[in-house]
């Protein structure tokens, strides 16, 4: 198969057969190559059509050690479900112990070789070679993707068979490496969701009596049955940075039921799931949420599903349609807010209906909208009805009602920051109704969360975190925090967490934010996120030596497949709301600027300090 190489290092191309609704088409030859030196190859072609699917060849008779090892290599880029193609490279021994399910190493460049020394220089029935690159990503056997970095080196042995005399490969590391075109091209990334654990929805969280549901992204083979891998990949539990603050619904060992290999919506964009009979134990109300699970994570995938049907054996347990999967469980991206709000040029709380063309703000009613205090930066509760505003100069934080005529009273904290950069951040609440924020003085670095927005600041615990925080924000599902973190030469990065609620200790709430990891690997100097979606953000900033940029990530660190935003200058702040049809709007020279869907960035008025809910 001829395959994207983007390194220095080229390879010959292996022939490839790719399938259609309309039959077969050969995309390329074979190729004879040497048994000995680098293995160079071509440019291919990018495939366009996701119905397209595309298969290695096996190994050519008499084929050199080289093109053995370029074979294989080709064939982990296929879409062969089961890798049959590659095992062909394989020994019979190799084949029994290779396992490629065990994770997916992603290089900069495709994997280059160099030359090993057999053992036994006379020994013409054994070949070896190293397989190099640098690192970029692994995707572990829960199909979890995390960021990585460093040389890749790997051993790769062959010999020649004793009966056939023919060369495969009997050395092999485990798991499947690639380069980053050729993952971008044969991955996806799917959100599976399941349930926190330690919301409790009765908190002013806005969300009634519904679970909260939270994103777990995985990465799925685009053209390998991505529904059914969804499926079994929900089935098969929370990856381990979630484990402990999420729950499934589904009853422990439930799976598809034997002999399932495939999973397609009828006509009617309906999805039939037959279970084991784990899933017969479920009740009704256990089995909606079950269903309501498989509807978020597979709403964004094609074909459409817009209603499930569970089954275990020959009985219906429960069917759920879309709309009805919203009453049933809440979902960050799915609550749509009323206002957008920022700070007008008198330092008051204003807002505009969200996602409108107004350009007239209004007060928010209450003391944080007349005045009373001004202010330079403030939060907006995720209900709506209570908002928190940081003064002038960065020292106090107010917590207020957005009632008329409701009273501001004393700031809840205080920060002893010798400077308006070393005082307080802008604020954040969670899915709670909890309120956290930053206290940027050096001689007292500290997060803190105040439960529903009043009483003793809870400290909280960030173990192994190296560098100062600078700024929160908490995902809508309660689970998720980012960081903007500052470290010791100045570098500002974004770290994404999970929240762990441990009871409490000495009767004060213990709250610890664990797994902090980087979601923008390649930023040097991040100035402003905010949550974008259920599972990405957007961050504003720039790359060594370069210029500021704006850009989504996802919370694994990996970059979404959605296009960038529009290019802006001079950008301080930046907004954007977990339901994903709302505008980007932004702090910038200009001041208040928004981004409609397929536009240009447009002025909307003068202010600062742009948010949504949250």
């Keep these: 198969m001829a395959a994207d190489r983007e390194g220095s290092r080229r390879r010959a191309p292996v022939r490839a057969v790719a399938y259609a609704a309309v039959g077969a088409v050969l995309l390329a030859g074979c190729a004879t190559m040497p048994d000995s030196g680098d293995l160079r190859g071509v440019e291919s072609t990018p495939r366009q059509d996701t119905q397209v699917r595309v298969f290695a060849m096996p190994p050519a008779e008499d084929a050199p050690p080289s093109e053995i090892v370029q074979g294989f290599l080709e064939a982990l880029t296929s879409d062969d479900p089961h890798y049959e193609t590659a095992r062909e490279y394989l020994t019979e021994a190799a084949r029994k112990t290779w396992r ?10 495709g994997p280059g070789t160099e030359p090993g020394r057999t053992g036994d220089r006379e020994d013409t029935d054994a070949y070896s070679l190293t397989l190099t690159g640098t690192k970029v990503a692994t995707v572990d056997a829960q199909q979890s993707y995390a960021p990585a970095d460093g040389q890749y080196r790997a051993p790769v042995h062959l010999k020649r068979d004793g009966k056939s005399g023919q060369w495969r490969i009997d050395t092999v590391p485990q798991g499947v490496v690639m380069g980053k075109s050729d993952f971008q ?4 990334s799917v959100n599976k969701y399941y349930f926190a654990s330690n919301h409790t929805p009765d908190a002013g969280s806005g969300a009634g009596g519904q679970p909260m549901a939270v994103a777990d992204p995985v990465y799925v083979r685009k053209r390998v049955d991505p529904l059914t891998q969804a499926v079994r990949s929900l089935l098969n539990g929370p990856t381990r940075l979630l484990g402990r ?9 439930t799976a598809l039921a034997k002999g399932v290999s495939s999973l397609t919506p009828d006509d009617r964009n309906r999805l039939t799931v037959p279970l084991n009979d784990r899933a017969a134990r479920a009740g009704s109300d256990t089995c909606e949420e079950m269903a309501a699970q498989l ?9 459409a599903v817009d209603e499930v049907d569970l089954r275990a054996g020959d009985e219906r347990v429960c069917s759920l349609t879309e709309d009805r999967a919203a009453v049933v469980a809440a979902r960050g991206s799915a609550q749509h807010p009323d206002y957008l709000y920022f700070v007008d040029g008198e330092k008051r709380l204003v807002r505009l209906p969200a996602g409108s063309s107004a350009t ?17 930066s403030a939060a907006v509760s995720r209900d709506e009805h209570s ?14 009602s957005l009632v008329s005529g409701g009273s501001l009273g004393e700031p809840v904290l205080v920060s002893r920051g010798r400077t308006e950069q070393e005082r307080l951040a802008t604020p954040s609440w969670d899915a709670q109704g909890d309120l956290w924020v930053v206290d940027r003085d050096p001689a007292r670095p500290r997060l803190l969360v105040l439960e529903q927005g009043r009483g003793e600041p809870v400290t909280v615990q960030t173990p192994g975190l190296e560098g100062r925080v600078q700024d929160v924000r908490v995902a809508a599902d309660g689970v998720r925090i980012a960081l903007v973190v500052r470290d010791e030469d100045g570098q500002r990065s974004l770290l994404i967490g999970r929240i762990e609620r441990d009871g409490k200790a000495q009767g004060r709430p213990v709250v610890t934010v664990r797994e902090l990891r980087s979601a923008t690997p390649g930023l040097e100097e991040v100035t402003a996120m905010s949550w974008a979606g259920d599972s990405r953000l957007v961050v504003v900033g720039r790359e060594h030596g370069g210029v500021q940029q704006i850009g989504y990530v996802q919370v694994d660190g990996s970059t979404p497949e959605t296009q960038a935003p529009a290019a802006l200058t001079g950008v301080q702040e930046i907004a ?23 536009t240009q960035w447009q002025k909307v008025t003068d202010g600062t300090a742009p948010v949504y809910p949250g």
């Design 360 to 376: 007239r703000a209004e007060p928010v009613p209450g003391a944080l909208g007349s005045g009373e205090v001004g202010l330079r």
């Design 185 to 188: 091209r044969n991955y996806m």
């Design 245 to 253: 603050v999420v729950r499934s619904s589904f009853p422990s060992g």
């Design 100 to 109: 490629p399910e065990l994770a997916t190493t992603v290089l900069a460049d």
């Design 576 to 598: 954007a709301s977990e339901d994903e049809r709302l505008p980007l709007v932004a702090y910038s020279e200009d001041g208040i600027v928004r981004l409609p869907s397929g």
């Design 295 to 303: 509807l978020f994570t597979l709403r964004n995938l094609t074909p």
């Design 387 to 400: 908002a928190a505003g940081v003064g002038p100069d960065g020292s106090a934080l107010y917590v207020a």
